[in-house]
């Protein structure tokens, strides 16, 4: 009855035997209770439908019909072996019978039951197709189409989608570390302002973006921690800082692992959920229970094609979805994850995380999926980062090649990404080197930076454009009234309550040189600068303090924090204070380090060599003025690493205005 070779049927009713399906009784094998009941109404699955108990001794041939019957009858077989009329009446003649359905139960081809429900019995099925149970062999897979290409061009080609996928985590997650996006109301996952905005600053796609941001929690890079509000905020974790030292290829392995193993489904951000709602990232629920095993199959079908054949672009996806049809036929369906949209994401994500490229896997890509270490394949594909730029008179810079991560994440802060490709470029103009001096660079560090990382002399046009943003820069002062505004320039003041756009900022003048606004200060402060104004913030005592951004993290989920002895964690944690302050650390020998006090420096030495605690006086990075009683650890790169109760923390020195002992 099986259409099928006689080893094919003979290995796969052994394999039935071995899974308890079937057992054999006195009359021979018998599937056990349920399982005819389970295949009713699956596609291809009709002839097992249950035999009409009349006609227990089968059905010889079929009774002629009528074409229309005839063509409904194999219609419902295709579609399973049941259908729904409400116009066949039951228990018809065939003198009696009007229409094709009522044709077919009068003959007994159709049994109904009586609520509108038609079923094809199953020797009439099994009639219909020949004495078989379906009518193409079920021992042939479906075959996949499939073309040429190199296996050196898919390698090369997915190494570069490898290298960039690295790079932008890094973008994503130093940002991040600086600003943290907050979460939505319980964790509920990322706004969609903030997914746009980090689409915006990395130069991909939304859904892009949405991958990046869920491979980026899938491998513990990121978690949801608390910001200087205590609102929960989306961060880098401690793990971040350890990634960060290990080779590109290392890097990528982790995360493409996490991908493999997650059952999240980043595909799905952006459509509508079941109750009409648009799917988040980070969405405690955006999981599926097929999405790894669907992963594994399609990818495993890539990994077993030939050498120097792919999948053959446009009708290659709907063979896979075939083809797992085939070796899953009782997979359920679900609205979210249907198998056609998880092999359409797998596909996608996979080029896009650079473990596939022209439709075929990497060699590295291969050893992943078997469970092998790529490391050292991927480390041979990948170029060798340059460790300089070449800037050009038209306010450019140009990338010979992959820059080096602690380059490029520099770069980024005074200049952004124009164009990628071969040469990566970036621009620098008025608002990307204020954001740098939002940041705390100064126009001399900018300057040393540029002269250093360039191949080619700095030039005038560049070297005025950050004078003039510095000459500018904190014309305006904000500070904490409600808030207030302040300026030895008049006409800026002037310029700015005559503008139209400033109407909802609540601006009142309260001399020629202060205004005040009812905008608090965290708001006020985004809202001044989309206006074109670059303020900074005033200290209580009237002095300007433009103070670099602390890095922030979350707590590694899962047991995932770093192990180890204190000195490794301090060391991760030096390497992220390092990380924030690079630009000032690379030029630290073209300017004179800050002026400190020797009794504080002393008592901050005395208590590293004790072990002993301190109080801090110093400056956070709002201005505000405060204290902290600490246990001082290291000093390194003009910070002080030290332990506020559980955790540890980093000040930069240039804050710390005194220190006096704890006890």
């Known amino acids: 009855m099986v259409n099928a070779e006689v080893d094919a049927a003979t290995r796969a009713l052994s394999h039935l035997e071995d899974t308890c399906l079937v057992w054999h009784s006195l009359d021979g094998l018998r599937a056990v209770t349920g399982v005819a009941a389970l295949l009713r109404g699956s596609p291809g699955t009709s002839g097992l439908q249950p035999f009409a108990a009349d006609q227990e001794e089968g059905v010889r041939s079929l009774p002629a019909v009528s074409a229309e019957a005839r063509a409904m009858l194999e219609a419902v077989d295709a579609g399973g072996g049941q259908a729904s009329s409400s116009r066949a009446r039951p228990g018809v003649s065939v003198a009696e019978a009007t229409g094709p359905a009522e044709e077919l139960i009068a003959h007994g081809l159709l049994v109904s039951s009586g609520d509108g429900m038609l079923t094809l019995p199953g020797e009439v099925g099994i009639t219909l197709r020949g004495g078989r149970t379906t009518l193409a062999p079920v021992d042939v897979p479906p075959p996949l189409p499939t073309s040429s290409r190199a296996s050196t061009l898919v390698d090369r080609a997915a190494a570069g989608a490898a290298f960039e996928l690295v790079r932008n985590l890094e973008l994503l997650l130093d940002a991040w570390s600086a600003v943290p996006p907050r979460s939505l109301r319980g964790g ?41 509000e205590g609102d929960p905020s989306w961060m880098p974790t401690e793990l971040f800082d350890q990634w960060l030292q290990q080779p590109l290829a290392a890097r ?249 756009a400033a109407e909802s900022l609540g601006l009142r003048r309260l001399a020629p040189t202060v205004v005040v606004s009812t905008v608090a200060l965290d708001s006020l402060l985004p809202r001044l600068r989309e206006l074109g104004l670059a303020p900074v913030v005033e200290a209580p005592d009237g002095s300007v303090h433009v103070a670099r951004s602390d890095t922030k993290r979350a707590k590694a989920r899962n047991g995932q924090r770093p192990a180890g002895a204190q000195e490794a964690h301090l060391t991760a944690r030096a390497t992220a204070v390092a990380a924030r302050i690079k630009a000032g650390d690379e030029t630290a020998a073209s300017r004179p380090a800050p002026a400190e006090p020797a009794s504080t420096m002393a008592i901050l030495h005395e208590a590293i060599d004790a072990g002993e605690q301190v109080v801090i006086s110093y400056v956070d990075g709002r201005g505000v003025a405060g204290e902290a009683r600490v246990e001082p650890l290291g000093i390194d790169g003009g910070s002080l690493a030290a332990r506020v109760e559980e955790d540890v923390r980093s000040f930069a020195l240039s804050r710390i205005r005194s220190v006096r002992p704890g006890s």
């Open 188 to 228: 509920a996952g990322l706004t969609v302002r903030d997914l746009k905005t980090t689409a915006e600053r990395l130069h991909v796609t939304e859904p892009a973006a949405a991958l990046l941001i869920e491979v980026a929690w899938a491998s513990g890079l990121l978690a949801l921690g608390t910001d200087e």
């Open 252 to 500: 990528w392995a982790h995360v493409a692992g996490a991908w493999l193993a997650s059952p999240r489904l980043p595909g799905l951000v952006g459509q509508r959920d079941p109750a009409g709602k648009t799917w988040n990232a980070l969405a405690p629920d955006l999981a599926g229970a097929s999405a790894v095993a669907t992963r594994r199959q399609t990818l495993g079908l890539l990994a077993a094609l030939p050498d120097g054949e792919v999948l053959a672009a446009g009708t290659g996806p709907a063979a896979v979805v075939t083809r797992l049809a085939w070796e899953r036929p009782r997979r359920p369906r679900t609205r979210t994850e249907s198998r056609e949209a998880l092999v359409d994401w797998t596909l996608t994500e996979a080029q896009a995380l650079g473990l596939a490229a022209f439709g075929g896997l990497a060699a590295y890509g291969r050893l992943l999926v078997a469970g092998e270490d790529p490391v050292p394949t991927l480390a041979g594909l990948l170029p060798e980062p340059v460790d300089h730029v070449l800037l050009q008179g038209d306010l450019t810079a140009v990338a010979p090649g992959p820059l080096e991560p602690a380059l490029a994440r520099t770069l980024a802060v005074v200049a952004t990404v124009e164009s990628h490709g071969g040469a990566t470029v970036y621009r620098f103009t008025k608002e990307s080197v204020r954001r740098a001096m939002d940041r705390g660079w100064t126009a001399t560090e900018i300057h040393a930076f540029l002269t250093a990382a360039s191949r080619t002399p700095v030039p005038q046009a560049l070297t005025y454009l950050v004078d003039d943003t510095a000459r500018t820069f904190g014309t305006v002062r904000v500070g904490f009234a409600a808030a207030y505004l302040r300026s030895d320039d008049e006409a800026a003041l002037a310029e700015l309550l005559a503008h139209p």
